[in-house]
């Protein structure tokens, strides 16, 4: 178990609204990513934080934004949410760059 | 040609049969090779994690990494029901933390 809880689990929303999905970490990760997982895609890295207040785009980053506030917080973002957001996003951590990521259990958006 | 490719299956055996699974890819620069166990509405959990070239084995599992064929496996010994999950594998540069993924292979273990 790497400690990580990612809230909410499921969220349904409309097309238009803002979200911000939660990662939450207790065992002081430097690295954290969100990725999100579609069916025919597999996952994809869509930002990720390589320390407080430091983070960097991944290959889907277009309508995400991130934030890093804290250690053990890493927030995503979509500030308009569209039908094409809809999906499975989960958040993982990792100790350093190469070292194993581990992830969290994933939330559910499904943008009507 | 995609970066990583995993045939997506579904792949049934039947419970104590070996399960087989592999990745090939494409990216030569390629070095850190992971495979993940996903259960259905679960995150995907590390199984395997193992650098450069040759084998790795944990209890019932083995991973293999062939650079030269740009090919990597992983063996399920004794296969159990429990092991019925999505099948991930994932690799990436040394230097870079970005994840390459294929997109699974879902595996049945039947009783």
């Known amino acids: 178990d790497a400690g990580i809880t990612q809230s909410p689990r499921h969220k349904v929303t409309e097309t238009g609204t803002p979200v911000t999905l939660r990662c939450h970490q207790t065992?002081?990760?430097?690295?954290m990513y969100w990725y999100r997982q579609d069916p025919g895609h597999g996952l994809r890295l869509i930002h990720y934080?390589?320390?407080?207040?430091?983070?960097d785009k991944g290959e889907v980053s277009d309508g995400y934004s991130v934030s890093r506030s804290k250690t053990e917080d890493f927030l995503l973002t979509l500030e308009s949410a569209t039908s094409s957001q809809t999906s499975v996003y989960f958040c993982?951590?990792?100790?350093?760059?190469?070292?194993?990521?581990?992830f969290g259990d994933g939330t559910r958006l499904s943008i009507l | 040609q995609k970066e990583v490719e995993q045939d997506p299956g579904p792949l049934s055996v039947p419970e104590g049969a070996i399960v087989s699974l592999n990745c090939t890819y494409s990216n030569s620069a390629f070095q850190y090779f992971m495979w993940y166990r996903q259960y259905s509405r679960k995150g995907p959990e590390l199984l395997m994690y193992t650098y450069s070239s040759g084998n790795k084995e944990d209890g019932r599992f083995t991973a293999q990494v062939d650079k030269s064929s740009k090919y990597i496996s992983l063996f399920i010994r004794d296969s159990q029901p429990s092991d019925s999950a999505t099948y991930l594998c994932?690799?990436?540069?040394?230097?870079?933390?970005?994840?390459?993924f294929g997109k699974g292979n879902q595996v049945v273990v039947i009783p």
């Open positions: 934080s390589y320390g407080v207040k430091d983070t």
């Open positions: 993982a951590v990792s100790g350093g760059i190469n070292q194993p990521q581990h």
């Open positions: 065992e002081n990760h430097r690295y």
């Open positions: 994932a690799m990436s540069e040394r230097g870079n933390n970005r994840l390459a």
